[in-house]
Antibody, heavy 119, light 112 residues
Framework: EVQLVQSGAEVKKPGESLKISCKGS????????IGWVRQMPGKGLEWMGI????????RYSPSFQGQVTISADKSISTAYLQWGSLRASDTAMYYC????????????WGQGTLVTVSS | DVVMTQSPLSLPVTLGQPASISCRSS???????????LNWFQQRPGQSPRRLIY???NRDSGVPERFSGSGSGTDFTLKISRVEAEDVGVYYC?????????FGQGTKVEIK
């Protein structure tokens, strides 16, 4: 069974850095793209970017280019989403998801990581 | 980005009655390989999204038969033949044919 398990909720202050994680199991982690999705409070879903753990090929949605960094460590089947300097507007639920069919489809989701940025 | 427009955004339904959600894309979703990468997801309150339908009309394993997807090109529909209490939540369409992939605004299904 494919499982994506994300790290726990975080409370941070503006300007702080943060790295959240998504650990895959039940499949060949290196062979499937992993994407990150933002869901702001009471709002819809937005793709932030994707990474192919096999060779760390990374692609960002234009709206998130330069705002976050996506990485992966295939040796421990884990993908990451990180911020260098958080803003209050980064407060949201973040999901990782497995993209299939050459990243054109999505079949599995993590449970989500709630990030709260507040002074 | 390809814009996905869902309607209605709110859908009150009586238990046992049918429901239908429309999703329209700003560009054709037919990919160069001949497939149309249009999914439907259900997000129950407090949960992650769950895929119900992939490539327009293919139901995922474990998804009740009352859910069905149809459409082509730029117009797509999710139908629930008889709404049950467990169907309450927000439903999203998502296209994967054009990078980076985009979601509709979501349709909130609630029981009258």
């Amino acid at each position: 069974e494919v499982q994506l398990v994300q790290s726990g909720a975080e409370v941070k202050k503006p300007g702080e850095s943060l790295k959240i994680s998504c650990k895959g199991s039940g499949y060949s982690f290196s062979s499937y793209w992993i994407g990150w999705v933002r869901q702001m409070p009471g709002k819809g879903l937005e793709w932030m970017g994707i990474i192919y753990p096999g060779d760390s090929d990374t692609r960002y949605s234009p709206s998130f280019q330069g705002q976050v960094t996506i990485s992966a460590d295939k040796s421990i089947s884990t993908a990451y989403l990180q911020w260098g300097s958080l803003r209050a507007s980064d407060t949201a639920m973040y999901y990782c998801a497995r993209r299939v069919a050459g990243f054109k489809d999505v079949d599995s989701w993590g449970q989500g990581t709630l990030v709260t940025v507040s002074s | 980005d390809v814009v996905m427009t869902q309607s209605p955004l709110s859908l009150p339904v009586t238990l046992g009655q049918p429901a239908s959600i429309s999703c329209r894309s700003s560009q054709s979703l037919v990919y160069s390989d001949g497939n149309t990468y249009l999914n439907w997801f259900q997000q129950r309150p407090g949960q992650s999204p769950r895929r119900l339908i992939y490539k327009v009309s293919n139901r995922d394993s474990g998804v009740p038969e009352r859910f069905s997807g149809s459409g082509s090109g730029t117009d797509f529909t999710l139908k629930i033949s008889r709404v049950e209490a467990e169907d309450v939540g927000v439903y999203y369409c998502m296209q994967g044919s054009h990078w980076p992939g985009t979601f509709g605004q979501g349709t909130k299904v609630e029981i009258k």
